[in-house]
T-cell receptor
Framework: GESVGLHLPTLSVQEGDNSIINCAYS??????FIWYKQESGKGPQFIID?????DKRQGQRVTVLLNKTVKHLSLQIAATQPGDSAVYFC??????????FGKGTTLSVSS | KAGVTQTPRYLIKTRGQQVTLSCSPI?????VSWYQQTPGQGLQFLFE???????NKGNFPGRFSGRQFSNSRSEMNVSTLELGDSALYLC??????????????FGPGTRLLVL
C-alpha cells in the first residue's frame, strides 16, 4: 500500500550547521510532495512543496530535492537555527486531497 | 488573513460519550480535511469535504463522521468514544477542489483525551 517514511527518527545538529532530513516514499504514481514542520503544541506548518515534474525547489533557507528514480525526498535546511527545532514530516498526495504522512524526524538544534 | 481555527483546543471525555469538534477554514478556502495524530500511528487521514460533500474518506470506523456547512466551516463527530480515540485532531484547509494540487494549511488541533 501507499506509505511515506523517514529514514531517521531523530537528528541532532549544531547551530549554524546545514541539516538534511530524508524521506522515502513508495507510491511511484504520487505527483506532489510537501514538507511540514510541527512544533510542540501546534499544528503542522507548511514549509515547502514540490511537484513530480521538478527535482529541486528552493525556499528561504530550505531546499527540497526529489529523486523519482529511487523514490526519495529530502529537505535541506541551511544555517540551522534553534528555532528550527521541531518535528519534520514529509507528506505525499494520495487520492483526492488526502495527504499520506511519514512518521516524522525530530530535529534538535543545540547552540 | 486569519489561519485555520479549531475549537475547542482541549477536551476531556469518558468512554461511551460522543464529541463534536469544529473547524473554520482560511477565508476563501473551500476544502477541509481532517486528520488524527497519535504517537503510535502518526498523522492519519480521516475525511475531506468540499462544497458540503464528503469527497474522500480514510480507513476509520463509522463512529467517525463529519460534515461541512455552506460557509465551508466543518465539524467532525466521534460517537461512542473509546480510549484509543485519544489523539490530536487536526483540520486542514485548501483553496480549491479535490484532485488539484493545493497546499493544505493546518489548524492548531483539538487535543482529545478519553478517560
Amino acid at each position: 500500500g501507499e506509505s511515506v517514511g523517514l529514514h531517521l527518527p531523530t537528528l541532532s545538529v549544531q547551530e549554524g550547521d546545514n541539516s538534511i532530513i530524508n524521506c522515502a516514499y513508495s507510491n511511484s504514481a504520487s505527483d506532489y510532495f510537501i514538507w511540514y514542520k510541527q512544533e510542540s503544541g501546534k499544528g503542522p506548518q507548511f514549509i515547502i512543496d514540490i511537484r513530480s515534474n521538478m527535482d529541486k525547489r528552493q525556499g528561504q533557507r530550505v531546499t527540497v530535492l526529489l529523486n523519482k528514480t529511487v523514490k526519495h525526498l529530502s529537505l535541506q535546511i541551511a544555517a540551522t537555527q534553534p528555532g528550527d527545532s521541531a518535528v519534520y514530516f514529509c507528506a505525499e498526495k494520495g487520492a483526492g486531497t488526502a495527504l499520506i504522512f511519514g512518521k516524522g524526524t525530530t530535529l534538535s538544534v543545540s547552540s | 488573513k486569519a489561519g485555520v481555527t479549531q475549537t475547542p483546543r482541549y477536551l476531556i471525555k469518558t468512554r461511551g460519550q460522543q464529541v463534536t469538534l469544529s473547524c473554520s477554514p482560511i477565508s476563501g478556502h473551500r476544502s477541509v480535511s481532517w486528520y488524527q495524530q497519535t504517537p503510535g500511528q502518526g498523522l492519519q487521514f480521516l475525511f475531506e469535504y468540499f462544497s458540503e460533500t464528503q469527497r474522500n474518506k480514510g480507513n476509520f470506523p463509522g463512529r467517525f463522521s463529519g460534515r461541512q456547512f455552506s460557509n465551508s466551516r466543518s465539524e467532525m463527530n466521534v460517537s461512542t468514544l473509546e480510549l484509543g480515540d485519544s489523539a490530536l485532531y487536526l483540520c486542514a484547509s485548501s483553496a480549491n477542489a479535490p484532485g488539484i494540487q493545493e497546499t493544505q494549511y493546518f489548524g492548531p488541533g483539538t487535543r482529545l483525551l478519553v478517560l
